[in-house]
């Protein structure tokens, strides 16, 4: 009797009775798969890899088994070669076969029998015999991961029969490559990353306002001048990828069983393409590559055929370089104002009878899904391209929300599910945290039994405004985690400390596989009360993360940390002090520092009058907020709530001692940060009084403009006195009028944010 086929009819009955056992069987296990398979049936006993062990691959398999074997070897320092497999069930040996074909797996489903003697995967197709090893990875000790060879490990697999298949066929991140360069090698880390987790699809974003980084061989000029940046200093940013580059890296994604997206922006989110040809745009330029975060007005002329010219010049090339069905056609965010105001752009409309701008939009999309299909892709675009009327055969993917993935679906539109709530891993874990990601449900309720079909899956989104290369990780994971459970398995009942506990094993693989994961969720809240008894700052830390290790620093004194709760710190600060708050897992950093100060002065708690409203929307908590010791934070988005903000209008304060002294500085602290049209002012002067009706001019300060600059800065800015005695303190800030031509957002007031006066 050949001992596959006993194997078979025992798994039948236990793939039709087990799903449900599947959660409580891993948890009384050390077995620990993310994502969840969809049924495991844990038995007795296990398989012992050694270095006799050998791995068989079938007519057509020797492609996964070659790959099985390259990622085992490192860590265990087996040298396995496959060997084509005789058909015999033979003890110490891991067969891949695809020989069985049975349609309930699927595309991508797989089974794994693995017993004492031997390890069996099966499937329908590579795919799923890819998906087979990477569960096969994740049973053996996490040290399977290993770049090094581990000594002292025995290479244990459980025994176990798993039943697997993916709930949707989308299961994508996206990296973009644009905001920030990355390198081909950490292209190749994130895909191999992805691949360990089974996700099939990197959507990469290639062309943007602050960046074109594909090559284009007709358009030299794309990457030679597009793909580079300069700041206002003169520093030169960027990079860009050859075809060979593109090949390579499409290839090493195909051989991981990944499918590459490219997104080729239009019309919209074209800045850098612009620059280099200004007469496709409605203007004429010219331009320079975009430097700041947002969304640029300038775009594609619609009515010039020259830009269809050159799109389809674009798309020509890039279709050879991507094998894939899709190509991302980008369509978001694209402002009309340029074609509002376009002679061209308003003839198109006439000529072909459109509505409006948004008919335009829809009309240039329409024009480049059918050239696309005449190459034999499929366009995807984000929600935007439904407004003003869909392309007729476009996959719609649903950013903003779900409403347009729910209307996509509903007229007939296969659609991507990647509302910005649960799948933007660029956006804060204060914001988006695992827990969130973990009860995301990919399929609106709004949509029938049938429109469902239309789900093609999800997406992770890795855009890079704030994240280098250095600080993907720290984005990405863990939250992908939740993700793609999500839409592999697709849970029907979710129990996220369940799911929580097997990602805090998951991190002994990242370890390993030298992943610098971020946090799970908003890790601490934080109070600072005043005590005037003691003249001290009562600090209080609860931290909200679980199993890490909160630290606080201290830039100036050390601090007397009381540990009063499992999760609670207090401490005191009784000078003007910078403190900082981190959290490590062992000796590794995870996730960023956060800091705030103190300030000990003679404005502390002192008595401000204002001139103009402060907005409510950045009140810092009120008036006293200015006064109150306590520093704005690094963030002035952050929920702690610290930063008042002045929207268009200037500022002026007065502050009162209350009685005279003798100083020698004031200061005020600012925060910039350009893309969101917060600005340093133009200048402050400062005005000192005894009475509160003489005033003297204390010093201006002019403020050397590094508007461009797109980081996050704080600074301070004041002026030096010689002995000064006033009581009364006057300090006037100029905001700018209104934003900057040059600004994405090149219209509108901006906003100043101010925190915190001191007087020394
Ligand atoms: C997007 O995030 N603008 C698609
Ligand atoms: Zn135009």
Excluded at 147 to 164: H, Q, R, S, T
Excluded at 616 to 632: F, H, N, P, Q, V
Aim: aromatic content about 14%.
């Amino acid at each position: 009797v050949n001992m596959k086929k006993i194997i078979f009819t025992v798994l039948a009955v236990f793939v039709l009775g087990v799903n449900h056992l599947m959660y409580s069987q891993m948890l009384g296990s050390n077995i620990n798969l993310i994502p969840s398979p969809k049924s495991i049936v844990i038995n007795d006993g296990s398989f012992t890899l050694t270095n006799q062990t050998k791995i068989y691959f079938d007519q057509y398999s020797r492609k996964v088994a070659d790959y099985l074997s390259e990622v085992i070897k490192p860590a265990t320092g087996f040298d396995l070669k496959p060997e084509i497999w005789n058909g015999m069930m033979e003890t110490n040996s891991i067969i891949l076969s695809l020989k069985t074909k049975t349609n309930e797996y699927g595309k991508e489903g797989y089974t794994l029998v693995i017993n004492p003697f031997n390890v069996l995967i099966e499937a329908n197709e590579l795919n799923g015999l890819f998906y087979g090893v990477q569960t096969l990875r994740q049973l053996f000790d996490p040290y399977i991961n290993s770049i090094v060879k581990v000594e002292g490990i025995d290479w244990i697999l459980p025994a176990v029969v798993v039943y697997d298949k993916p709930e949707f066929e989308w299961r994508a991140l996206n990296l973009d490559c644009c905001r920030h360069f990355m390198e081909k090698d950490f292209v190749k880390r994130y895909i191999d990353l992805l691949a360990y987790h089974k996700f099939n699809t990197l959507h990469w974003h290639l062309t943007e306002d602050q960046a074109w980084r594909i090559e284009i061989k007709k358009y030299p000029e794309l990457t030679k001048k597009g793909a580079y940046r300069t700041y206002e200093d003169g520093t030169v940013y960027g990079g860009y990828y050859t075809q060979e580059d593109v090949k390579e890296i499409v290839e090493y994604a195909a051989s991981r069983f990944i499918n590459v997206v490219p997104e080729i922006e239009m019309p919209g989110h074209s800045l850098a393409a612009l620059s280099c040809f200004p007469e496709i745009s409605c203007t004429g330029g010219p331009f320079d590559v975009g430097t700041l975060w947002g969304i640029y007005s300038d775009i594609y002329c619609a009515g010039n055929e020259k830009t269809f010219q050159f799109l389809e010049d674009v798309i020509s090339e890039v279709v050879e370089l991507f094998p894939g069905k899709y190509i991302h056609i980008g369509g978001d965010e694209a402002p009309k104002v340029r074609w509002q105001n376009c002679p061209k752009c308003q003839q198109r409309i006439k000529d072909e009878n459109l509505k409006d701008e948004n008919e335009l939009q829809s009309y240039f999309v329409k024009r480049m899904e059918k050239f696309i299909n005449s190459k034999g892709k499929k366009i995807v675009g984000w929600d935007e391209i439904l407004e003003g009327g869909l392309a007729p055969e476009a996959t719609v993917q649903s950013w903003r929300g779900l409403k347009g993935a729910i209307e996509a679906a509903k007229m007939g539109h296969d659609v991507i599910v990647s509302p910005t709530t649960n799948c933007y891993f660029d956006y804060p874990v204060e914001t988006t945290d695992l827990r969130k990601v973990y009860y995301f449900d990919p399929v609106p309720e709004e949509l029938s039994f049938d429109e469902r079909k239309h789900v093609l899956g999800s997406e992770g989104l890795m855009w890079t405004e704030y994240a280098p290369q250095q600080f993907v990780d720290d984005r990405l994971f863990p939250r992908m985690l939740a993700l793609i459970e999500v839409i592999w398995n697709y849970p029907q009942e979710r129990d996220f400390e369940s799911f929580r506990q097997r990602v805090q094993n998951h991190y002994r693989r990242l370890d390993l596989l030298d992943v610098n994961y971020g946090l799970e969720t908003k890790p601490f809240e934080i109070t600072k009360t005043f005590n005037p008894s003691k003249n001290i700052y009562d600090i209080k830390v609860t931290q909200l993360q679980k199993d890490i290790d909160l630290r606080i620093g201290s830039f100036v004194s050390e601090l007397m940390i009381n540990k009063i709760s499992e999760n609670e710190f207090q401490f005191e600060i009784d000078k003007t002090n910078l403190v900082n708050i981190f959290f490590q897992k062992g000796e590794k950093k995870v996730g960023k520092t956060y800091a705030f100060g103190i300030s000990f002065n003679k404005a502390n708690r002192k008595p401000v009058k204002l001139s103009y409203p402060y907005s409510e929307k950045y009140s810092a908590g009120g008036i006293e907020a200015l006064t109150d010791g306590i520093r704005g934070s690094d963030s002035f988005r952050g929920g702690d709530n610290t930063w008042q903000g002045y929207y268009g209008t200037d500022f002026e304060a007065i502050v009162d001692l209350e009685k005279p002294y003798t100083f020698n500085k004031i200061s005020l602290g600012f925060f910039q940060a350009s893309s969101s049209l917060v600005f340093f002012p133009q200048y402050i002067e400062f005005y000192t009084s005894v009475d509160g009706n003489e005033y003297e001019s204390a010093g201006k300060v002019e403020i050397p403009s590094s508007l461009k600059d797109p980081d996050w800065i704080q600074r301070d800015f004041g002026v030096q006195l010689n002995d000064t005695y006033a009581r009364y303190i006057k300090i006037f800030v100029k905001n700018y009028d209104e934003a900057p031509k040059w600004h994405p957002i090149a219209f509108g007031k901006t906003w100043l944010m101010i925190d915190e006066i001191i007087v020394e």
